[in-house]
């Protein structure tokens, strides 16, 4: 007894304190000054109520004179925008750098190596017969067997075949246009480098004669009268082909490997530059939807294939080989190569694949595309038998469906007509407008529906009771046009202002999405811009032709008496146990929180499970990474330009350039785990200059020896005799030399190394090439920053001007290309999942604050949402859900789409008041109309299950268990918040009791409860 009087006296006490307060002077100026406001507000409100009231009694009076003709005028309009809506595929781009976060620094770098080189690759991944992991079946062709090679060199293209057909000529027919006629900036492979150093002595003897070096043989170049690159082949001397290959050396070994252990070379890789401009170029273009011819790099991954099509036929290539590699397939044969686990599951290997990063994304947009236009169809046959087993009514879906169809013709209509770019992510919109579509529709409807039934009863009460007095009432016709636009304006008036708020929400939500500012990644970018189009254009045709098509089809509907006695039962629960559900909230919005920067902050995978399966190019890159440890093709660039012309020698090719290059490469990149690297260190002392009497090798030097041979400064040391440098040393300088060495250079290699020489300065930049496997983001970072703490050594004034070689005059850049690009696009990625979902919340925050003139209510209605995005990490892992570009939308989808139903739940509490009838009224009304939309908006998510693709799968899983929680939060945890918040409030006015809990199952039984049928 003493402690209740002790509460008591404590509870009185605090509510002293606060009535106290409320006496305060600058509380009551507040108050007087905040009523006033109040009232004014009121006034505008009530003005601009009854405007608006009379705007939209005048709109659809309108309306329901002509329904039908406004029905096909707007099929017909949707029509002129939308009959281009199916060929929205080509708008999307499967490029790898738009994913690149604006202003990244290997953005920067990228492009600026694009300017003079290649930053795109397609290989060739070749097998031999001796690749097959069954011995018994087992061939012996090695790799640098010269019948493989001549293959391998046919396709890429030599002097042999420069002049033939348009396919037989290879792919890089022109070695010196850097691609601008056939694509190619360069080719490296061991074919490529064996003709490269059975073509440089050559090009050896004419660099000489050009320098007047009167050291010529008897096969001097006649500069006037012979071509250089006529021995651009392969030798057909398989004795001259081994010591070009052990010449080679380090070389190869990116190019080639044994996979079996056999001791032969049976697996090779031909990697090519490509340009990003295929515009000008001689290669098959393709043609679009429309028509058009178009050059772009899935154009020219088509012209390869071409040319490895007709060399299957090729008269010359069949008659010289019995069973050429390029018409050779190895179906149903396990390769020494394949993944043992899932070698059955890989599509069947040819002996000349097509992959690089460039065909698999191409590859990848284009099943994605297939999967989307397979998907839609699905996912709006889903929602319609959804929406019949819900209302037991075929109409429903006339009613529903046509404002969706229309929506999503123009929208993907006016993505073709502004050329906007669309990239795979854009697979994510089609279910979610169908969602929506469906969202604002049924609201609708149902409204419309409930609001006429009410008016019949009503009529039915009054007749019924001017009988009992003897009088004489008319029985309203239940189709009476007067009586169904009373019901549309009272249902346009109520739930059509709530369906204005949840599009208005939702658009500005979205949008943020759209922020250049704010969202650095383009595919993001035009996800968000496509939904905001599709939604703007959801409500506007909602809003017009869901009456309209309701009065045409005299929609009636069904049952919903037992539902909406089970949402009432729903709608007590958090009125009677308001703070066990918030405390429940609590608990496991805690737990998500707990690990949402663990969970979200995960590298983004390019695992299998992402990617469509049966895709031959990624099999075969992903192949190839594992096998020969590379993939990742990244570069640096070398900047001698300010060094200027010495001595008659270019910028990069001054010895000192060089040596630092060499440097860089030796003690520093190639030691960094999982790292090799090329560069014209690489190649110069791969190409070897030999010389033959009589069978009998006289000299056989590469050429990075010859530059630092010791006898340019002592020719009287024994060495200089035995190696025959003496001859050289003797007959010019070393700076000669330097040019003699670099124009012996092919112009595939000066193409792939340095850039295009400038008038008077000659080659000023050079390429050093990186070369890693594809592997986790994590151990891919440290690698990156190791490699950037050796390039910014000395100091960089920005990405582009470091100071790592140590010599004047000379800057390098930091690493670009493929790892940079992935990482870059992973923090890019996280940054704006982070970014948005903030910015979201408070955009949407302060947009519901205008909308409902509340904060109170405003921070209600985005609390209910955004519980459900802190237990998003709690799915993705009890799911094992991947980080990717889909996920990083999936907190800014779901406060779209969820915060919708609050809306609803919250503007029908409004209307019925925060009373705990009202609640329990608004959550049995609302709650059952968006328990339907919840259900068809994942009906249409659903359609996302059918997809062959893993990582999609999980993504339409989550989303559509998100949207199953929004529904919960906004129906329970909502209207709970609100009673826990006016139990506190009658507590600390010392009011009691807020509600008799009592009487609650009652509560509902006093509101009017109509049957939802005509």
Known sequence: MAEEEARSSGDFDIRGKLSSLKQHPIFTTY?????????????????????????????????????GPIVIVMILLTLLVGKDAMNFGQQINGDVEIYLPDGADSTELLLDVREQWSTDIVLLYIHTDNAIDDE?????????????????????????????????????????????EDGVVWILSASQLIKEGNSAPSRFTCAVEKYGIPILTASECQITGQDPRDTYVIPNNQDQVNNTVENLGKALENLVIDTNGDGVWDTAVVVMGIRFEMDGTDVDPRTDPEGNEILDHKAFIQHVKSVISDCAGNPDINNQFDDPLCGRDYGGVKLSSMNEERWEEIPTRQAVTVTGLTPVLHDVSDAIYLALEDMLPISLALVCLVMIALHRNPKVIIICGTPIILSLAVTFGTTVILDIMLTPMIIAAGPILIGLGVDYALHLINRIEETRNKLLEENAEA????????????????????????????????????????????????????????????????????LVLGITCTFFFSIILVPALGWLVRYRKTGGKKAEKVWEKIGEVPVRGAFFVIIVAIIVSGLGAFILGEELGKDITGSSDEVPPGLESYEALAEYSRVFEGGQTNMFIIDAKDRGVINDIAPIRHLEVLDSIEYMQEEKINHVENTTSISLVTILKAVHINVNLSGQQMYDRSLWEILHSPCWDDPAQLECIITGDIVITSATSRETMINIAFDTLSYEIRSMLMNEPLANLGETKTLVYVNQPYISLGIAGELRDQLDSYLSEGGCDNALSCNALGVEGVKNSLLTGGLPVSLDINKGVHNAQMDATIATMVVLLITMTILFRSPRLAIFTMTAVGVVVLWQPLLMRGGDVNVNVFTAMISTIVFGIG????????????EEGETPGGIVKAVARTGQTIFETTVTTTAGLAAGLTLAIP?????????????????????????????????????????????????????????MDAELTG
Not at 901 to 910: A, L, P, Q, T
Request: glycine share 6%; net charge negative; proline share 2%.
């Open 463 to 530: 007749v019924a009771q001017a009988r009992r007095d003897g009088e004489v009432a008319e029985e309203l016709d239940p189709w009476d046009k007067k009586l169904y636009l009373d019901a549309t304006v009272h249902s346009m008036m109520t739930t059509g202002h709530a369906v204005l708020l949840s599009a208005i929400t939702t658009i500005i939500g979205f949008s943020v999405l759209a922020w250049a500012w704010l969202v650095p990644i383009q595919p993001m970018r035009t996800v968000g811009i496509t």
């Open 899 to 910: 915060v919708d139903d609050s809306i609803h739940v919250m503007d029908r509490i409004r």
């Open 31 to 67: 108050m007087n000054i905040s009523d006033k406001f109040r009232d004014q507000a009121t006034l505008v409100g009530d003005w601009t109520h009854t405007f608006i009231d009379g705007q939209t009694r005048r709109f659809y009076r309108t309306v329901f004179r002509s329904p």
């Open 136 to 180: 018994s079946i087992r061939g012996s062709e090695n790799i640098t067997d010269v019948a493989i090679l001549q293959q391998i060199s046919f396709l890429e293209g030599d002097d042999d075949n420069k002049e033939m057909g348009r396919y037989a000529r290879g792919i890089d027919w022109n070695k010196e246009d850097r691609g601008t």
């Open 951 to 1007: 990582g999609l799968r999980n993504f339409f899983t989550l989303m559509m268990i998100l949207i199953f929680l929004a529904l919960l939060t906004s129906a329970i945890l909502l209207p709970a918040m609100i009673v826990a918040y006016r139990q506190i409030i009658a507590w600390v006015k010392g009011e009691g009791n807020w509600q008799d809990y009592d009487n609650v199952a009652t509560l509902s039984e006093s509101t």
